[in-house]
């Protein structure tokens, strides 16, 4: 085995650590303008098929972690549609770039999935566009910290509601009139839905349900061969949490230093979970699980 592929099968000692740079961001945030840039591409994973002629929706699909699955997804043969907010344009046409480098297909949507009827019709597009949906990724998320629940207002309360919880359930709705036996649900929770954040009330409230609801939904759907899961994530260097207004630019800096691992994850080192749980050939006996991958970090859940 040749040096350049050792030091990718190693164990991961040389990511990025805090302290990074001083930085923070208005408005959603853009991957592009992130210092150091996140690592999305995976150069150490090795595809093997097992998405093949497969259709993903994945939303929040422009950066971060859902760049990361957009992009592994597409290697591993599947077609992809990506939800993003119109601002956030420039990084969804760098994932679809990605994607295109590898010899995948990617259809780009702009919206907001705060609307119920934006949800509706991001099923249909890719339904229109691709001719089935056989993955939902439900991966968009909004946070802003306050520093106490006086300061949390119902306008910011309902937006992050309906931002992380409520389109989650309209998408899965709107995906089970197209979707079968063998269809896959994931969406992306959080450390914060299992344990709890200071600052944070509304977005882990917002974590938590997504796992109830994940269970539910499994149950629901055993008798028709559909499955569904959730990934919670620890703390991961995208572009989530120096947009959050409510983080400072030297709170960034210092992001992700009490993780066990002493970093936040990188995009790529989530999304082969997400590959997993997608995959029939990997997790067919698993429906109904928020699948941990927090750095150390251990908690029932």
């Known amino acids: 085995m040749n040096p350049q592929m050792e030091e990718c099968l190693a164990p991961r000692q040389n990511e990025p650590k805090p302290p990074f740079p001083k930085q923070h961001q208005s408005g ?30 994945v939303t929040g699909g422009d950066s971060g972690i859902g760049r990361a699955v957009a992009l592994l997804y597409a290697r591993e043969g599947a077609r992809v549609a990506i939800v993003h907010l119109p601002e956030e344009r420039s990084d969804a046409d760098e994932t679809r770039k990605a994607i295109d480098a590898v010899g995948g297909k990617c259809l780009v949507i702009a919206g907001d999935l705060v609307d119920a009827s934006f ?22 998320g909004h946070q802003n910290r306050k520093a106490s629940l ?9 937006r992050t509601f309906k931002t992380n919880i409520y389109s989650y359930f309209r998408l899965s709705r709107a995906a089970l009139r197209h ?3 063998g269809s896959v649900i994931i969406a992306t929770s959080s450390e914060t839905g299992i344990k709890g954040a200071k600052r944070l009330p509304d977005y882990s409230s917002t974590k938590g349900a997504i796992n109830a609801f994940t269970k539910s939904l499994a149950i629901d759907l055993l008798e028709k061969g559909i499955r569904v899961n959730a990934v919670a994530p620890g ?3 995208t ?15 210092h992001f992700g ?10 995009p790529e080192e989530l999304a082969p979970a ?28």
């Open 119 to 140: 949800c509706d019709d991001v099923v249909e597009q890719t339904v229109r566009h691709f001719g089935k949906l056989d993955i939902l990724v439900a991966n968009a």
């Open 28 to 57: 959603s945030g853009l991957e592009s303008k992130l210092d150091p840039h996140p690592h999305y591409k995976a150069e150490a994973y090795r595809p093997a098929g097992k998405l093949q002629d497969k259709v993903a929706l």
């Open 257 to 266: 230093e009490n993780s066990p691992m002493g970093r936040p994850a990188q």
């Open 235 to 237: 703390p991961v260097w």
């Open 150 to 158: 006086h300061e949390v207002t119902d306008e910011e309360f309902d």
């Open 239 to 253: 572009p989530l949490n120096p947009s959050d207004a409510g983080t400072s630019a030297d709170d960034v800096a």
């Open 179 to 181: 979707m079968k036996a």
């Open 274 to 301: 997400y590959v997993f749980l997608a995959s029939n050939a990997d997790s067919s006996y698993i429906t109904g699980t928020v699948l941990q991958v927090m750095g150390g970090e251990t908690t029932g859940g």
